[in-house]
């Protein structure tokens, strides 16, 4: 099946500095990025849309300032999670869309911030 | 609550035995899928029911749908060590998707 990478997959950072994660789609082109935030032994909450060429769409109760999404290629989105604090620890995971509407998953970021 | 509650939350069971779990979910749907997740990884796509099916088969996957309960079972069968993971329900439109709670399924070896 096509191939959806994420980089890095663990990053600690010192609070208040601004992490960045790049989900790619290695073997074909998507439009159509997601992000979502998992939570330890919870489920996967999306947090936001990501369009190639235009703005991400944010989830209710996302802070786009917080969390910056850039989707400037068809296989390429980055998920910049601004000014970190320890409450914004968590897996990060993203998927992209096909062009024929299949979704894959990338293997996840696991962020902790001190 | 959220769209896609599955139940049990968490299930332990015998190597061999078959592993049942149960999605249920609020509003109208195209389709329904289940998600795999080993510990601290991403998603593997297991298999996706159309709204107008109601079993489909994939290996040792069995998938139900009932559209009048809006409810979903995912069957596994002789069950496997490696099939010890994390089991989610999705709905979703134009390809977003919400996943319900999750079920732990442990299978002792």
């Known amino acids: 099946g096509a191939v959806v990478s994420q980089h890095p997959s663990r990053v600690i950072c010192k609070s208040g500095t601004s992490v960045k994660i790049e989900c790619r789609s290695l073997d074909f082109q998507a439009t159509t990025m997601f992000w979502y935030r998992q939570f330890p032994k919870q489920s996967l909450m999306l947090m936001a849309t990501s369009n190639e060429g235009s703005k991400a769409t944010y989830e209710q109760g996302v802070e786009k300032d917080k969390f910056l999404i850039n989707h400037a290629s068809l296989t390429l989105s980055t998920l910049t999670v601004t000014s970190a604090h320890p409450e914004d620890s968590s897996f990060y995971i993203c998927?992209?869309?096909?062009?024929?509407?299949?979704?894959?998953f990338g293997p996840g970021t696991r962020l902790t911030v001190l | 609550s959220q769209q896609g509650e599955e139940d049990p939350q968490a299930l332990s069971i015998q190597e061999g035995e078959n592993a049942t779990m149960n999605c249920s979910y609020k509003?109208?749907?195209?389709?329904l899928q289940w998600y795999r997740q080993n510990s601290g990884r991403g998603l593997v796509h297991l298999i996706l029911i159309r709204s107008n099916e109601r079993e489909k088969h994939s290996g040792r996957l069995r998938v139900t749908l009932d559209t009048s309960k809006k409810s979903s079972s995912l069957l596994i069968t002789a069950s496997r060590a490696a099939d010890t993971a994390s089991y989610f329900c999705a709905t979703g439109a134009n390809s977003k998707l919400t996943f319900g709670k999750g079920i732990t399924l442990s299978v002792r070896p």
């Open positions: 998927s992209a869309v096909s062009s024929v509407d299949e979704q894959f």
């Open positions: 509003t109208s749907i195209n389709n």
